[in-house]
């Protein structure tokens, strides 16, 4: 019964023929600006949501979850999400407050990846965040909170052709942490 999954799942399309060159040498130094950057070549390759990210996180016990949650921003507090303060992941943060992002682009071959620890930021902002959401219904939700991840360190990388895919890997500065 697995073996014509597997099949199916070694048979699928690897990259698109053409995948953009990236040279860190001659990016942005500042990680949120060649972020952007990426985020508007990913919109104008038609990637459909390049705001969507997976956050993991991991509670007092060590064990990991992770999940797929929109970026609302980033500014000098860190890269914005949102979410219930009683969901799971929102437990978790609770009791350790680190998480990590990744963001995932297909049609250019882009992995972004964004670890640090993560603060919760003001009522008001968290307030403002579910009055904008889609379809919002002029509710309010206490439990809704906006939350800033700190990064420690941001990973960009790009898959190549030959096999030489590039890692550009940074501290929030921009400095390289090899
Ligand atoms: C593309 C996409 C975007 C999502 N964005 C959010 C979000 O911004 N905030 C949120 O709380 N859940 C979002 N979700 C739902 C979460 O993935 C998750 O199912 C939910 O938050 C419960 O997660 P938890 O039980 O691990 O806390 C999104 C799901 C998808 C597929």
């Given at each position: 019964m697995s073996e014509p999954f597997r099949r199916l799942l070694r048979a699928l399309p690897d990259f698109p023929d053409t995948l953009p060159d990236f040279d860190p040498e001659g990016a942005p130094t500042d990680p949120a600006e060649l972020f952007r950057h990426w985020l508007g070549e990913a919109l104008a390759e038609g990637?459909?949501?390049?705001?969507a990210c997976s956050l993991a996180t991991a509670g007092g016990d060590g064990k990991p979850s992770s999940r797929m949650l929109i970026l609302k921003n980033i500014d000098d507090d860190g890269w914005h999400f949102a979410t219930s303060r009683t969901s799971r992941k929102g437990r978790e943060l609770g009791a350790n407050p680190h998480a990590a992002m990744t963001f995932y682009w297909p049609t250019q071959g882009r992995q972004v990846r964004v670890a640090g620890a993560v603060v919760e930021l003001s009522a008001e902002a968290s307030a403002q965040d579910w009055a904008e959401r889609?379809?919002?219904?002029?509710s309010t939700n206490p439990h809704w909170q906006l939350y800033a991840l700190r990064p420690a360190e941001i990973e960009f990388w790009q898959a190549s052709h030959d096999g030489n895919h590039v890692r550009h890997r940074v501290g929030p500065d921009g400095s390289p942490l090899g």
């Open positions: 990637e459909r949501q390049p705001h889609p379809r919002a219904d002029g």
